[in-house]
C-alpha cells in the first residue's frame, strides 16, 4: 500500500505565501517524478509544478517565478513553496507520484494525494 499525504493548504490574502507538503509512505522501491497538479471548481485538473528524481523542474506558465517545486529523495517528499499567491490560485492542490513497487517490476505506477485547498482571498 502506498499512500501520498498532503499537508499545508489554508486561506491566505492575495500577495501571500504558503507552503505545501506532501510525503509518500507504504511499500516502494523507487519514486520518479513527483508533481503538484490543481484543480478548480468547474475547471479541469491542471498540472502545476513537477520534479524528477533527479531535480529536474518544469513550470505552468500561470505559476513561473512564483511557485518553487523541491524534493528530499530521502524522506520521500515533495514541496511547493507558492509565493504572491493570487485568487486564480485558488483550487484543491493535488500531490503526485510515479513509482516502482519493487525491483522485480519495471511498471511504473502513478499515485495521488487526497488534495489540500489553497483558498486566495482578494
Known amino acids: 500500500q502506498v499512500q501520498l499525504v498532503e499537508s499545508g493548504g489554508g486561506l491566505v490574502q492575495s500577495g501571500g505565501s504558503l507552503r505545501l507538503s506532501c510525503a509518500a509512505s507504504?511499500?516502494?522501491?523507487?519514486?520518479?517524478?513527483m508533481a503538484w497538479y490543481r484543480q478548480a471548481p468547474g475547471k479541469q485538473r491542471e498540472l502545476v509544478a513537477a520534479i524528477t528524481n533527479d531535480g529536474n523542474t518544469n513550470y505552468a506558465d500561470s505559476v513561473k517565478d512564483r511557485f518553487t517545486i523541491s524534493r528530499d529523495n530521502a524522506k520521500n517528499t515533495v514541496s511547493l513553496q507558492l509565493n504572491n499567491l493570487k485568487p486564480d490560485d485558488t483550487a484543491v492542490y493535488y500531490c503526485?507520484?510515479?513509482?516502482?513497487?519493487?525491483?522485480?517490476?519495471?511498471?511504473?505506477?502513478?499515485?495521488w494525494g487526497q488534495g489540500t485547498q489553497v483558498t486566495v482571498s482578494s
Open positions: 503526485n507520484a510515479d513509482l516502482r513497487r519493487s525491483l522485480t517490476t519495471m511498471r511504473v505506477e502513478q499515485y
Open positions: 507504504g511499500s516502494f522501491f523507487r519514486i520518479y517524478t
